[in-house]
Nanobody, 124 residues
Framework: QVQLVESGGGLVQAGASLRLSCAAS????????MAWFRQAPGKEREYVAG????????DYADSVKGRFTISRDNAKNTMYLQMNSLKPEDTAVYYC?????????????????WGQGTQVTVSS
């Protein structure tokens, strides 16, 4: 059974930083592309960043490019999202997602595995 567990969310002021973690089990993590998505109240779930199985390929939504960094440690079965210069519009529930495949996708429907989410709230 695949389990993805996010941690690291919280309430911060604008301009602050947070680091999210996603611990995976039951998944062949080292061969699975992974991604972060987020969903704000009343909005659709949106792609934030993706990382290839090796970690050598990364991709970001335009809204977070230059502020967020996605990374992974295959030895620890863990993925990270370093979020700097946070803005109030980054407020959302952040979800970790796994494809089980090697290719990163921006479409939520291509991810069969999801975590429960972690809340990030940025105050102005």
């Amino acid at each position: 059974q695949v389990q993805l567990v996010e941690s690291g969310g919280g309430l911060v002021q604008a301009g602050a930083s947070l680091r999210l973690s996603c611990a995976a089990s039951g998944l062949t993590f080292s061969t699975s592309a992974m991604a972060w998505f987020r969903q704000a109240p009343g909005k659709e779930r949106e792609y934030v960043a993706g990382i290839s199985w090796s970690g050598r390929g990364t991709d970001y939504a335009d809204s977070v490019k230059g502020r967020f960094t996605i990374s992974r440690d295959n030895a620890k079965n863990t993925m990270y999202l370093q979020m700097n210069s946070l803005k109030p519009e980054d407020t959302a529930v952040y979800y970790c997602a796994g494809t089980g495949a090697v290719v990163v996708s921006k479409r939520p429907g291509n991810y069969p595995y999801w975590g429960q989410g972690t809340q990030v709230t940025v105050s102005s």
